[in-house]
């Protein structure tokens, strides 16, 4: 199978949100670039965090079955 084969057609619905979540995910780095500089010591907040994991999950249905996952480090489990 080729890799065309693999990647599901792409939808106006698709593709919208597609852009949507882009600009949420730019909107919040830009967030923590200033918090990073502001306090480049301090922890992420509660809510950023939980903001971040459910943008990475709305990410889910655009990354390919067959691109290898990120294994998470003991550390930050």
Do not use: Y
């Not at 199978?1 to 593709?15: D, E, F, N, R, Y």
């Not at 480049?40 to 509660?46: D, L």
């Not at 459910?54 to 489990?77: G, V």
């Amino acid at each position: 199978m080729s890799l065309a084969q693999k990647i599901a057609p792409v939808t106006a619905a698709l593709a919208e949100r597609h852009e949507a979540l882009w600009l949420s995910l730019c909107a919040l780095h830009k967030d923590i670039t200033a918090l990073g500089v502001k306090k480049p010591n301090a922890p992420t907040t509660q809510a950023v965090r939980i903001a971040a994991e459910a943008l990475l999950s709305d990410c889910a249905p655009f990354i390919p079955a067959f691109a290898p996952r990120a294994i998470m480090a003991p550390s930050a489990a």
